[in-house]
């Protein structure tokens, strides 16, 4: 099998880690974004984490966060920011620029619409309904195609189960 991300990139999407790597460094480097991603994911949650990319020059490091709300993780004169950088340097240990960058369309964005019936199957709605108004939105927001998969004890369940829908174009490769 072949991963997903590593078979589309180049072709429609990009690194999400852009850095040349040191060759002794390179294993300490990865543990660092994937210790930097979990915690940026877990804190800023609520403001809708599209993606994450993680930018390394010989002293510096770049995090830019790609965000649905980026208002909420500014705040108000940019002051929950600054205290988001001071805890991202503490944890690194090396000095971080963070750039906070617009989601254009949220609804269309497959991480986002996966948190979105997430969250909205944690709140007990139906899950059939959860997916069809993800595909919805994702539709009117233009995306070409949508394929929604839950899984588990749906509805409650005794047995677990998948259902999935596809609306549009889904093609594998690209």
């Given at each position: 099998k072949v991963n997903p991300i590593g078979l589309r990139l180049g072709i429609n999407r990009n690194w999400s880690s852009r850095w040349y790597p040191n060759w002794q460094?390179?294993?300490?480097?990865?543990?660092?974004?994937?210790?930097?991603?979990?915690?940026?994911?877990?804190?800023?949650?609520?403001?809708?984490?599209a993606d994450i990319i993680i930018e390394r020059t010989a002293k510096r490091l770049r995090v830019t966060i790609v965000a649905a709300r980026p208002g909420i993780i500014i705040g108000k004169k940019g002051a929950d920011i600054e205290k988001l950088k001071t805890r991202l340097q503490n944890m690194v240990q090396k000095p971080v620029a963070l750039n906070i960058r617009e989601e254009k369309r949220p609804q269309a964005s497959a991480q986002l619409a996966a948190e979105n019936v997430a969250t909205q199957l944690e709140r007990r709605v139906a899950f059939r309904r959860a997916m069809k108004k993800v595909i919805q939105a994702a539709q009117k927001a233009g995306a070409k195609g949508i394929k929604v998969q839950v899984a588990g004890r749906l509805g409650g369940a005794e047995m677990a189960r998948t259902e999935w829908y596809l609306e549009g174009r889904v093609p594998l490769h690209t």
């Open positions: 460094r390179v294993p300490a480097f990865v543990a660092e974004d994937d210790k930097i991603r979990k915690f940026l994911k877990k804190e800023l949650y609520y403001a809708g984490i």
